[in-house]
């Protein structure tokens, strides 16, 4: 399939030499700094060797259109949404291509509020873009590059603030930490080691040169389990590059799937920070609305995308939320996702309980979520949804993010992805076999259409 920049809620990302290219970001950031009117704009990034030369091109970009760059460097994507309003930023990028395969590169963009932008401001800043007509100034009106010291600092007080740090230094917990040679390699460990943690590391270089795939999936963890059975460690956590995503491993050294990210967190918040809503995406696991139901706490669920789910969030008063992805969300510490905020959660829940991440995975009902991608051009996107819709039209059906069908035992649910040319299908049961065979069918029937359709793929 021929490459092409991917544009929509979750930012610009394309290619690296091919779709996404040094033009493509000046272009813009400048459009960027138009939107947002001249002022301050934080800037950060991972540690894709592409980063670099990117930030330099979004620097450009910025200053030629009047805005002042604000460097955070090497940094979590969480820590930049929590900084731009700490700082009384216009504005922030994020340079990430977050759990995209090491070619690929991204820019994601923050509003004044800290939170990316809603799918309608996105398309106003996506209209200057191909409008072309950017602001500029004269070099009389270039402002100054500032370089911000220690970025993180803020946002990890804050979540020490919010969890009980004294229970979790007092477990003395030993733990493993895959962090996927990107971000978490420069903080991770000193994050856990400031909840009295012994921490063990693999892939924890901040080359970019990633090791493993860079989502955080069970198959992608194998190093990982081998670290947490050698030194006998409490629980391993996985981080995506940019680390605003967290996968678990019990103590075992086995995956858990990375919705039990969620729910452990949601079970931790409502029990012992205060119960409330809980908001997540359609394509979230049964076993977080089960922890919800079991305190009587009602479930939102939104259309994907991080934004979509901070947006249900936020109207609802939820107290917490995240992605099925393990994407975790507290609004009291930031709205947005953040493996560092799951990561102290899930601790805090293993101190207060004083049970093992495999008791506590025990008693959640098991639901098994199988997840497939068909590569397709975008063009066919919606004639593919509408097969799909038809074939199920029988069903009880939910089209509010492309065709989420419940059945019997689960559901499914197939979707543009906002992050690659592809169409994502998702499906859960109770049994395992069930979802694999749910998940093929769909998968089969849309290749079978696309068949049919010379040039789709």
Same mark, same amino acid.
């Given at each position: 399939?021929?490459?092409?920049?991917?544009?929509?809620?979750?930012?610009?990302?394309?290619?690296?030499?091919?779709?996404?290219?040094?033009?493509?970001?000046?272009?813009?950031?400048?459009?960027?700094?138009?939107?947002?009117?001249?002022?301050?704009?934080?800037?950060?990034?991972?540690?894709?060797?592409?980063?670099?030369?990117?930030?330099?091109?979004?620097?450009? !970009?910025?200053?030629?259109?009047?805005?002042?760059?604000?460097?955070? !460097?090497?940094?979590?994507?969480?820590?930049?949404?929590?900084?731009?309003?700490?700082?009384?930023?216009?504005?922030?990028?994020?340079?990430?291509?977050?759990?995209?395969?090491?070619?690929? %590169?991204?820019?994601?963009?923050?509003?004044?509020?800290?939170? @990316?932008?809603?799918?309608?401001?996105? %398309? /106003?800043?996506?209209?200057?873009?191909?409008?072309?007509?950017?602001?500029?100034? *004269?070099?009389?009106?270039?402002?100054?590059?500032?370089?911000?010291?220690?970025?993180?600092?803020?946002?990890?007080?804050?979540?020490?603030?919010?969890?009980?740090?004294?229970?979790?230094?007092?477990?003395?917990?030993?733990?493993?930490?895959?962090?996927? %040679?990107?971000?978490?390699?420069?903080?991770? &460990?000193?994050?856990?080691?400031?909840? #009295?943690?012994?921490?063990?590391?693999?892939?924890?270089?901040?080359?970019?040169?990633?090791?493993? /795939?860079?989502?955080?999936?069970?198959?992608?963890?194998?190093?990982?389990?081998?670290?947490?059975?050698?030194?006998?460690?409490?629980?391993? @956590?996985?981080?995506?590059?940019?680390?605003?995503?967290?996968?678990?491993?019990?103590?075992?050294? /086995?995956?858990?799937?990375?919705?039990?990210? =969620?729910?452990?967190?949601?079970?931790?918040?409502?029990?012992?920070? *205060?119960?409330?809503?809980?908001?997540?995406?359609?394509?979230?696991?049964?076993?977080?609305?089960?922890?919800?139901?079991?305190?009587?706490?009602?479930?939102?669920?939104?259309?994907?995308?991080?934004?979509?789910?901070?947006?249900?969030?936020?109207?609802?008063?939820?107290?917490?939320?995240?992605?099925? %992805?393990?994407? =975790?969300?507290?609004?009291?510490?930031?709205?947005?996702?953040?493996?560092?905020? #799951?990561?102290?959660?899930?601790?805090?829940?293993?101190?207060?309980?004083?049970?093992?991440?495999?008791?506590?995975?025990?008693?959640?009902?098991?639901?098994?979520?199988?997840?497939?991608?068909?590569?397709? &051009?975008?063009?066919?996107?919606?004639?593919?949804?509408?097969? =799909?819709?038809?074939?199920?039209?029988?069903?009880?059906?939910?089209?509010?993010?492309?065709?989420?069908?419940?059945?019997?035992? !689960?559901?499914?649910?197939?979707?543009?992805?906002?992050?690659?040319?592809?169409?994502?299908?998702?499906?859960?049961? &109770?049994?395992?076999?069930?979802?694999?065979?749910?998940?093929?069918?769909?998968?089969? /029937?849309?290749?079978?259409?696309?068949?049919?359709?010379?040039?789709?793929?």
């Amino acid at each position: 399939m021929k490459e092409f920049l991917k544009v929509g809620i979750s930012g610009v990302r394309g290619v690296v030499g091919a779709s996404f290219t040094p033009q493509v970001a000046v272009a813009f950031a400048r459009a960027f700094a138009s939107f947002l009117g001249q002022g301050s704009v934080l800037v950060g990034r991972d540690t894709r060797p592409s980063g670099f030369a990117t930030e330099c091109a979004v620097v450009a !970009g910025l200053q030629s259109s009047g805005c002042k760059p604000v460097l955070a !460097g090497i940094v979590p994507t969480p820590t930049i949404c929590m900084l731009v309003p700490l700082l009384g930023a216009r504005g922030g990028i994020a340079i990430t291509a977050s759990h995209n395969p090491p070619q690929w %590169n991204a820019l994601k963009f923050v509003g004044p509020n800290g939170l @990316f932008l809603s799918p309608q401001r996105a %398309n /106003e800043l996506f209209d200057i873009y191909h409008q072309g007509e950017f602001a500029l100034v *004269g070099e009389d009106g270039l402002p100054p590059v500032t370089t911000l010291e220690a970025p993180a600092e803020e946002h990890f007080n804050k979540i020490m603030q919010y969890v009980d740090a004294s229970a979790v230094r007092a477990r003395k917990f030993r733990v493993a930490v895959d962090c996927c %040679n990107g971000v978490g390699a420069l903080y991770t &460990r000193a994050f856990l080691e400031r909840l #009295g943690c012994e921490v063990f590391t693999c892939f924890d270089t901040p080359t970019g040169a990633f090791e493993r /795939e860079p989502e955080p999936l069970p198959e992608n963890l194998g190093t990982l389990g081998a670290l947490v059975r050698e030194h006998k460690c409490h629980v391993g @956590f996985a981080q995506d590059p940019d680390g605003d995503r967290l996968a678990i491993v019990n103590e075992q050294g /086995e995956p858990i799937g990375e919705d039990l990210t =969620v729910a452990f967190a949601v079970q931790q918040v409502l029990d012992c920070h *205060g119960k409330g809503p809980v908001a997540i995406h359609l394509s979230t696991s049964r076993s977080v609305a089960w922890v919800a139901e079991q305190r009587s706490c009602p479930v939102i669920r939104s259309k994907i995308g991080e934004i979509n789910v901070v947006q249900a969030l936020l109207a609802a008063g939820a107290v917490v939320g995240g992605e099925g %992805n393990g994407g =975790v969300v507290v609004p009291a510490i930031h709205p947005c996702r953040d493996s560092f905020t #799951g990561m102290a959660l899930v601790l805090e829940l293993m101190a207060v309980t004083g049970k093992t991440v495999s008791e506590l995975r025990a008693a959640i009902p098991r639901h098994y979520l199988v997840k497939d991608k068909v590569p397709v &051009r975008g063009e066919r996107v919606t004639s593919i949804l509408r097969v =799909v819709r038809r074939k199920y039209e029988h069903l009880k059906i939910n089209l509010q993010d492309g065709v989420y069908v419940e059945i019997d035992d !689960g559901w499914f649910h197939v979707r543009a992805s906002n992050t690659e040319p592809v169409i994502r299908i998702s499906a859960e049961a &109770r049994n395992p076999e069930t979802a694999r065979q749910i998940a093929q069918t769909v998968r089969a /029937e849309i290749l079978a259409y696309l068949a049919k359709e010379p040039g789709s793929f």
